[in-house]
């Protein structure tokens, strides 16, 4: 448990604005030091085109995909910690493989670091256009911000900012022409009554549990997109 606690997530939407050139803010990695380390590990792994790649910080890292494939191939890129501004730093590893799909999971951690919802949205759009540019044939699937719930003990409290990820979600939504991605709804799968991140799915209303996975792939394959 204590290992799921050090990996923090977060978002929030608005509609388009223009992005400033002041970085008026943190766009280092929560866990910096956990980076490097998976960095070394991926660059160890031979590079085999055709893969389905899920791309993101720790809710895509804690996914078992194999098993909830049962696919050998999968490959997970998920890092713990990680935001949008680290993931424009290792999109080479991405893109010389060419993948066949890419899931992208990403803004949680970014919102935790009070990152502008549009600037984070905007780099999703230079995510994604890069991994157009070097793999044309790559389709790419950016999937909606999870909810949280931060009712639960053990939640981070000074990440408490559920509002941030309605407005994400709106631009991430929005922007699925002009990035020439499909946008893909799964926080409703996991959000309660209360419009939080429901209590069986979750270890402390931000990581999910086995279960939560098999729900999000059974619904990536019923929209066909598995």
Request: charged share 20%.
């Amino acid at each position: 448990m204590k290992y799921l606690l050090i990996f923090l997530l977060f978002p929030l939407a608005v509609q388009a604005q223009s992005v400033t050139n002041q970085n008026l803010f943190d766009t280092i990695p929560f866990i910096p030091e956990h980076t490097a380390p998976r960095l070394a590990q991926f660059a160890k792994e031979p590079i085999v085109p055709g893969r389905i790649i899920f791309l993101g910080n720790s809710i895509t890292e804690m996914g078992n995909w194999k098993k909830v494939l049962n696919d050998t191939t999968v490959i997970n890129r998920g890092i713990g910690g990680d935001i949008t501004y680290g993931v424009l730093k290792r999109l080479k590893d991405i893109t010389d493989r060419h993948p066949s799909k890419v899931f992208i999971l990403l803004g949680i951690n970014d919102i935790g670091k009070d990152i502008p919802e549009v600037v984070i949205a905007d780099n999703y759009l230079k995510i994604v256009r890069e991994i157009h540019s070097k793999c044309p044939d790559t389709k790419i699937y950016v999937q909606s911000v999870l909810p949280v719930n931060s009712t639960l003990p053990r939640f981070p409290q000074h990440y408490d900012k559920e509002e941030h990820i309605l407005a994400l979600n709106k631009l991430l939504k929005a922007n699925a022409t002009t990035g020439n991605y499909t946008f893909v709804d799964i926080f409703h799968l996991f959000v309660d009554a209360n419009q939080r991140l429901d209590s069986r799915y979750t270890y402390e209303g931000l990581h999910l549990k086995p279960e939560a996975y098999d729900i999000w792939v059974a619904y990536l394959k019923k929209q066909g997109y598995l």
